[in-house]
């Protein structure tokens, strides 16, 4: 089964989030030079991982022309915009 970029990037973006989850856990732990430099990029990482994640699906898809999981406005896209076909009184 061939795997989507897409795919391959959640699969990518799942082990590192669980990765930096570790690396938080054990850095929070430890007490060693630069340990809440390193923390506070673990946490920036967490946060900032998802989003990037996000912004690639959605750049991905506005580059295909296809619909994703991270369309602002997806019915736009697809092209049915609805519209009022009832008289108005």
């Known amino acids: 089964m061939k795997k989507k970029p897409k795919q391959i990037a959640a699969l990518i973006c799942i082990i590192l989030l669980a990765l930096l989850y570790i690396a938080t856990l054990v850095v929070s732990l430890l007490d060693f ?3 809440e430099r390193l923390f506070a990029a673990c946490l920036v990482a967490t946060i900032g991982l998802p989003i990037l994640l996000w912004i690639y ?3 991905y898809g506005r580059y295909t022309g296809k619909s994703t999981m991270a369309d602002l406005f ?3 896209k697809a092209g049915t915009e609805e519209t009022d076909s009832s008289p108005h009184a």
């Open 74 to 76: 997806p019915e736009e």
């Open 57 to 59: 699906i959605w750049l």
């Open 33 to 35: 030079p630069g340990s």
